[in-house]
């Protein structure tokens, strides 16, 4: 849900410095995740470790050109499909392996 947040801790000159994140739901590959509320489709392919020159992203039903894809802000509750093109196959049919 928009405006949880996740507390994260810094220290500053040896003091301890709690700040908090927004943080959001969004759907990806039909897996529920919490990320960052301020995030673009390039912020999520990187925490993802995707390559976003060999995979495609579809939003709400609706497939985002590539040159969008720093522009595009997710939102609370996006539906994000995202597919990789391997050439020759691979073992694990999964774009995020940690799905399978």
């Known amino acids: 849900m928009i405006g949880e947040t996740l507390q994260s801790e810094r220290s500053v000159t040896g003091q301890k410095v709690f700040e908090e994140t927004p943080r959001m739901y969004i759907q990806v ?3 529920s995740r919490n990320v960052r509320a301020e995030m673009n489709v390039t912020g999520l392919l990187q925490d993802l470790q995707l390559n ?3 995979v495609a ?3 709400n039903l609706e497939i985002l050109e ?3 894809f720093d522009a595009r802000m997710l939102q ?3 539906r994000i499909e995202i597919m990789s093109f391997i050439g020759g196959g691979a073992p694990c049919p ?3 392996p940690t799905v399978c």
Do not use: R
């Open 52 to 54: 976003a020159e060999q």
């Open 94 to 96: 999964c774009v995020i």
């Open 29 to 31: 590959n039909g897996d």
């Open 57 to 59: 992203v579809e939003i």
């Open 66 to 68: 590539k040159q969008a």
């Open 76 to 78: 609370e509750g996006d």
